[in-house]
């Protein structure tokens, strides 16, 4: 009974974890369409991009004192 209602859970958690992506991936095309390009830059590279110029700065910071 147990392993059913995890069963069930993971199920519904799959399911609305995809429906969350698909509405991401509507948003974004949205915007694309909008500032009149196909697509948008990925962000998650985006976000590694941001954190490894942070990390340098820091670097950097830390280097200066």
């Known amino acids: 009974m147990q ?3 995890r069963e069930q859970d993971h199920a ?3 399911q609305r974890q995809l429906a969350a992506l698909e509405q991401i ?9 909008r500032i009149g390009t196909e697509s948008l830059p990925n962000p998650t ?8 110029e942070r990390d340098a700065d820091l670097t950097l910071d830390q ?3």
């Open 3 to 5: 392993l059913d209602q």
């Open 12 to 14: 519904l958690r799959q």
């Open 25 to 33: 991936g509507k948003h974004r095309q949205a915007i694309a369409t």
């Open 45 to 52: 590279e985006l976000i590694h991009q941001v954190r490894e």
């Open 63 to 65: 280097h200066r004192r």
